[in-house]
């Protein structure tokens, strides 16, 4: 029985994704939550793609990764929550991740190294528009309000707030 550790960044219903987590871990899962978001971390036999299909079935919103020693760290400013995510300091250090390359893969990186800096990035971050609460009274005329998504729900909640 190999057992992998994961990292687990959950959105949405928070307590059904520890429920679903409580299932899968073959350890206590260890996280931190707040409204609507969990960070987890657990230990369990399955691998990263088998715990993929069951989260996508469930439909979780979920950002999930396998930590792996030399290859994965965290630094959080607060202490407390790095204790109860991973234990303390992640060190790294022990972890020889140099290599050697061969002389033509060497000039073949270097010279992607160089047009990568040369190259001009542009980021564009997409936004969807904030629907109306016209828009948002329809949708609940036409599907009921338990079909608002939970962004629709807190848009919902603000229009009301800001006419108080």
């Known amino acids: 029985m190999f057992l992998r550790s994961y990292c687990l960044l959950g959105l949405g219903n928070i307590e059904e994704i520890k429920e679903d987590l409580s299932v899968i871990s073959e350890s206590s899962v260890n996280y931190v939550s707040g409204k609507d978001m969990i960070i987890t971390t657990f230990t369990t036999t399955f691998k990263i793609a088998e715990l993929e299909n069951f989260l996508k ?95 629709e729900k807190n848009i919902l909640n603000n229009y009301s707030k800001q006419k108080k």
């Open 57 to 151: 079935i469930h439909e979780r919103t979920f950002i999930m990764f396998e930590m792996t020693p030399g290859f994965f760290s965290a630094a959080l400013n607060n202490d407390e929550f790095q204790r109860a995510l991973f234990g303390g300091d992640i060190d790294n250090s022990q972890f020889d991740t140099s290599f050697i390359m061969e002389d033509s893969m060497k000039g073949f990186m270097e010279a992607l190294k160089q047009e990568v800096e040369e190259e001009e990035f542009r980021f564009e971050r997409k936004t969807t528009p904030t629907p109306t609460l016209d828009e948002l009274l329809d949708k609940i005329g036409d599907k009921g309000i338990e079909n608002l998504s939970t962004t």
